[in-house]
C-alpha cells in the first residue's frame, strides 16, 4: 500500500499538532502547580530534553525507516524474531484507549466556548457548580459534544494524510499559535507577569519527592505524544531525505514553549484577577472562567478565543492518536481509509460514552472500581502502563534490536558527534527511566 506523504512544514506541524494539546494546556499548568511550580518544572523541562527528545527521535526513526504501519515497521525493521517484535508496533493501541477520554474532555471544552459566549460564572464558587453540574448531571450535553468531537475527527481522518490531516493541521496551529501568543502578550503587561514566572520557574526544591520526579517523566511522554505510535506512523509519510533531528527539535521546542507560554499566561490571569495558581484538573474549567468574568468585556473575548485554542490543540492530538490504528488496518486488512476511520472512531466514541456516564450519578457507583471510575482508570492504565510500556519497547528496540550501522546511516550525520551520546542514553538511561515510572505508577515504588 503506497502511503501518502507530507510536505515538511505539513509534517512539523501535524507532529507539534499532535504533541499540543490538552496536555500543554490543560495538564501542564494544574500538575505544575500541584506540584509546587519551578522545581517541578525544571525537572520536567530536564526530563523533555534528555528523555523526551531522544526517544522522539528513535521513534521517528522506525516510521521512516519501516514507512508502513506501526507493526508492519516493527515487523520489517527486526532483523530476527519477527513475530514478537511486531507486538512493539500494537502500541498504537494506547491512543485509542486514550481516546476514550480524551474525545470526552474535548466535549467540555465545545461546551465551554459556548456557555463562553453566553454566560461567564461570575464568581469561582458559580463556576464550581456549573462544571460539577455538567459533570455529574448532564448527560444530554456532554453526550451532544462528546458526539460532534467524534464526528469531526472521524471525517478528518477520512480524508487521509494531505487532504485530512495535513490541511486541517497547516489551518489550526498556526491559529492556535497566533491567539495564544495574542493573549500571551497581554498577560505580559499586567502587574502579576513577575509572580507567575517566579511561579514558574523559582524552584523550591521541598515541593519534590519521587512523586513529583515520576510525574514530570510521565508528562514529558504525554505531552510529546510519545509512545503510542502515533508520532512513528506521521513519520512513515516523511518526505524522503528529511532530517530527522531539526524536525524532533522543532516538534519538542514547539510543545515546550506552547506549555509555557500557556502556564505563564494562565497564571499571569488567575494572579490579577483569580485566586492564584488554582490546583487540580478544574484550573481550566472553573478558576479560569470566573478570572475571565472579573476582566470585563476583554475577558468575553479571550474565554472565547481560548477554548477555541484548547479544542484546537485537542483535535490536532486527537486524529494522531486514532491514525495509528486506522493506518493499521488499512496496511495489513486492506481495509478501506472509510471503513477503518469510522471503526475505531466508533471504538472510542462508544466506550467513550461509558467512561462519560461514569462521571454522571447514579451509573458512578456502577462504574467505578477501588478508587477510581472508569474514566480515570482508563486515563491510569494508559500514563502509567501502556505508555513507558511503548517508550521501553522503542528505546530497546532501536537501541539493541535494529542493526546499530543502520541507525548509523541516517541518524550520524544529521546529529554528528552527539550520535554516540544519544545512543548511550537510549539505551541505558531511557529504559531504566521508563521501568522506574512504570513501577511507580503501579504503586511498587
Ligand atoms: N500530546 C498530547 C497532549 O499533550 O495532549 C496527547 C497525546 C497525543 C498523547 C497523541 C499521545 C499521542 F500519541
Known sequence: MKIARFSRIGFILAAAGSAVGLGNIWKFPYIAGEYGGGAFVLIYLITVLLIGFSIMIAEMLIGYLGKRDGVTSFEEL???NKHLWKFGGFQGLAGLFIMIFYSVVIGWIFHYIVTSITHLPTNVQEAETTFNAMLHTNIFTQLFYHTLAFIWITYILTKGIKGGIEKMNLVLMPTLM????GMFAYAVSLDTFGQAVDFMFKADWSKIDSKAFV???GHAFFTLSLGMGAIMTYSASME???NLVTNAFWVVFLDTSIAIVAGLML???LYQYGSGPAKGPGLVFISLPAAFYEMGIIGNVFAVLFFIALAFAGLTSSVSLVEPMVQYFMDRFSWSRLKASISMGLF?????IIALLSN???YKELLTW???????WVDHFTAAIMLPLGGLVMAIFVGFVIEKQRVESVLRPQLGFAFDTWYFSLRYITPVAMFIVMLSFMGVL
Open 348 to 352: 472510542f466514541y462508544l466506550i467513550g
Open 370 to 376: 477501588g478508587d477510581k471510575n472508569f474514566f480515570d
Open 240 to 242: 524522503k531525505g528529511s
Open 78 to 80: 527486526a532483523p530476527r
Open 360 to 362: 454522571i450519578d447514579g
Open 215 to 217: 510525574t514530570a517523566v
Open 267 to 269: 497564571f499571569t490571569f
Open 178 to 181: 497566533i491567539i495564544l501568543l
